[in-house]
């Protein structure tokens, strides 16, 4: 379908005005969606941004911590997953896949307190003197959980960072989401190289969100290159 970009631009700024956002809520297992918090930990703030950077909502979003009433999917290392969103990705900014294992046996259990590896960064391109980036207007996404990855329990985390108000430090929006998986397969490989999330405010590990880090806290509309926050994507 074609659709003329101002039109876009024009229904997309009109959307904005209601505060309306977007919010992950399912899991997609090889091309299938799975229904809306099956897999993924319902959150209780709607279509709200996080933007407090050491808040533990910045985990899997408000309401999160636990996910009790919330299905653990069966995957396969090596396989293409993915999330939808409830409507388009229009904040320009980074799509982020992070990945948590479980520290506790039952991953519905699991407040997300150990390390976060990324596995997926959809990144700015730059076209001549300003910023574009592949998720925009995205409804869903696809990315690869490592084939060397240890079967196990593990959290997905999608994260899209919306950056349109980012010049201040704590104004960029963190869209975010987890999935519980149980991961099978004959990988051997322990994600490492991580984060905390949030970071730890005294101790900060290197990699660690700060809200004056350069891919958090930046004037979009003047910068001519980008990269996203955190470490490099783990491939396993
Ligand atoms: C996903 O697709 C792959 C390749 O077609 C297949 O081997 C695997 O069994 C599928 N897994 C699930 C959970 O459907
Ligand atoms: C995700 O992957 C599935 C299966 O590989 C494919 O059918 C689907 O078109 C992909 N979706 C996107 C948004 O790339």
């Not at 919010?23 to 319902?42: C, E, H, P, W």
């Not at 209780?44 to 941004?49: E, I, K, L, R």
């Not at 519905?108 to 960064?121: A, F, H, L």
């Not at 869903?140 to 980012?166: C, K, V, W």
């Amino acid at each position: 379908m074609k659709i003329f970009p101002t039109l876009l631009c024009l229904s997309a700024a009109a959307v904005d005005v209601v505060s309306a956002h977007y919010r992950f809520m399912s899991l997609t297992i090889n091309g299938t969606k799975t229904a809306d918090y099956q897999y993924v930990r319902q959150n209780n703030n709607y279509q709200d941004p996080i933007e407090a950077i050491n808040n533990w909502n910045m985990r899997c979003n408000a309401g999160a911590l636990q996910g009790l009433k919330t299905k653990t999917a069966q995957v396969e290392a090596g396989q293409t997953l993915g999330f939808s969103l409830d409507r388009m990705i229009f904040h320009p900014g980074p799509l982020q896949t992070w990945i948590s294992r479980s520290t506790v046996p039952d991953v519905s259990q699991y407040d997300g307190s150990g390390e976060w590896v990324k596995i997926q960064s959809d990144d700015a391109k730059v076209q001549g003197t300003v910023l574009s980036w592949p998720n925009w207007y995205i409804t869903e996404y696809n990315f690869t959980l490592p084939a060397s990855i240890a079967p196990g329990q593990y959290l997905i985390r999608a994260e899209h960072i919306g950056l349109h108000l980012a010049q201040e430090a704590g104004r960029a929006q963190f869209f975010v989401s987890c999935a519980q998986v149980q991961v099978t397969g004959s990988g051997t490989n322990i994600p490492t190289g991580g984060i905390r999330i949030p970071g730890d405010p005294v101790a900060y590990l290197p990699r660690d969100y700060q809200a004056t880090d350069p891919g958090i806290m930046l004037d979009i509309n003047h910068a001519t290159s980008y990269t996203a926050p955190g470490p490099a994507v783990w491939t396993g």
